[in-house]
């Protein structure tokens, strides 16, 4: 697989150029942090939205309430493994901007047990939900795309809801 490029298929077959777009960070776009009373994290800029980079809700490591936008931006991707390895993160709940999953972003949450991806949301990257043992239940209904090993080792996943606009699995 190659690491930098722009657009990929899938871009092209579900009209966004928000999927799996690499070709930002490479090129020098600056990380910024951002922080509140409550909830600390990293992004950069990509395209006309912010790519979550990583997130903390305050001490809590079992929660995280992700806002829609980041300074007027919104937030429209997940980067690659963003919270992978949050081995506590039983909770997450996504900005409704969100449109796209990095890979392994979610990979080993052993904790999460229920995702719901927005309707916006429309790509799931390699291996995002890889190794989360405790998901039952996993809802996203706006999903074109979902690659390869997305669930994998996912042992009491039980439901899964999806539309007819998944294309690919």
């Known amino acids: 697989r190659h690491q930098l490029y722009l657009w990929c298929i899938s871009d092209i077959a579900f009209g966004t150029s928000y999927t799996k777009s690499k070709a930002l960070s490479p090129l020098g776009l600056k990380k910024k942090l951002i922080s509140t009373s409550n909830y600390m994290g990293e992004y950069s800029g990509f ?6 980079l990583w997130a903390q809700q305050g001490f809590d490591n079992t929660k995280i309430i992700l806002p829609n ?18 081995s506590q993160l039983k909770l997450i709940i996504l900005g409704t901007r ?20 927005p309707k916006k949301c429309c790509y799931i990257g390699y291996s995002s939900f890889e190794g989360c043992n405790n998901l039952t239940r996993v809802t996203m ?26 294309a690919t699995i």
């Open 141 to 166: 209904l706006g999903v074109g795309h979902i690659s390869e090993n997305a669930f994998k080792d996912c042992k009491n996943l039980k439901q899964v809801m999806l539309s007819e606009k998944c």
């Open 47 to 52: 395209f006309a939205g912010v790519n979550l």
């Open 69 to 86: 936008a980041i300074k007027d931006k919104f937030i429209v991707r997940i980067d690659d493994e963003a919270f992978a390895n949050k």
């Open 98 to 117: 969100v449109r796209a999953i990095g890979d392994k972003a979610f990979y080993k949450c052993t904790n999460l047990d229920y995702m719901e991806l």
